[in-house]
């Protein structure tokens, strides 16, 4: 099946500080890749739409200035939390979209972020 | 809001085929029916997916009914390594603004003990 990876898998930072993560569909292109938010015990949620080439598309309440999306080529999008702070933490999860047939969504293996 | 209505819990013992259902009554023309799991600490894995007609592939077999307004995701053979949390969604596949986003409910926590 298709692949898609996150970079870094784990990341502590301190709160204030911003946390870039990288999500790669490594065997096939995606114009779209979308991001997720998980907290423990809870489902994913849909933060944001990231569209190549043109601007995110983010849910409600999901603050824009603060999750930067960035979608600069057909395998790459990038999640910037901003200023982070303790309540960031969570576990943050991309998927691609393939673009031949159905479009099916596949995940990456996830991104544990914690903010001290 | 979740489309899907599925158990928030079932056993199944190791080697056994597992059931999984999920209810739909409200699905469209227009949606697919997706499976996908997700072990712990790991991100959401395709399954299956389906429109009316039966599918199987490697992993799993989907049956729709033929009303579409309910399915079951088997598990042939469960193994210790199938315990992950199954996620029954329905997708629109082509236009509208929901085009193409998953909507994830809270699933059904499989546990396949020895």
């Known amino acids: 099946g298709a692949v898609v990876s996150q970079h870094p898998s784990r990341v502590i930072c301190k709160s204030g500080t911003s946390v870039k993560i990288e999500c790669r569909s490594l065997d096939f292109q995606a114009t779209t890749m979308f991001w997720y938010r998980q907290f423990p015990k809870q489902s994913l949620m849909l933060m944001a739409t990231?569209?190549?080439?043109?601007?995110?598309?983010?849910e409600q309440g999901v603050e824009k200035d603060k999750f930067l999306i960035n979608h600069a080529s057909l395998t790459l999008s990038t999640l910037t939390v901003t200023s982070a702070h303790p309540e960031d933490s969570s576990f943050y999860i991309c998927?691609?979209?393939?673009?031949?047939?159905?479009?099916?969504?596949?995940f990456g293996p996830g991104t544990r972020l914690l903010v001290l | 809001d979740a489309k899907t209505t599925q158990p928030p819990s079932m056993d199944c013992a190791e080697g056994r085929a597992a059931n999984l259902p999920c209810n739909h009554s409200?699905?469209?023309?227009?949606?697919?029916v997706y499976w996908y799991r997700q072990i712990h600490s790991q991100g959401p894995q395709y399954i299956i997916h389906g429109l009316k007609n039966n599918e199987t592939n490697e992993m799993a077999s989907l049956i729709i009914t033929e009303d579409r307004k309910s399915s079951t995701l088997i598990l042939p053979h469960a193994t210790l390594r199938d315990t992950a949390v199954y996620y029954c969604?329905?997708?629109?596949?082509?236009?509208?603004?929901?085009?193409?986003?998953?909507?994830f409910g809270q699933g059904t926590i499989l546990t396949v003990h020895p």
């Open positions: 969604i329905v997708r629109v596949i082509f236009g509208g603004t929901s085009y193409g986003k998953l909507t």
């Open positions: 409200t699905i469209s023309g227009n949606e697919y």
């Open positions: 998927s691609a979209r393939d673009q031949q047939g159905l479009e099916t969504q596949y």
């Open positions: 990231s569209n190549e080439g043109s601007k995110a598309t983010y």
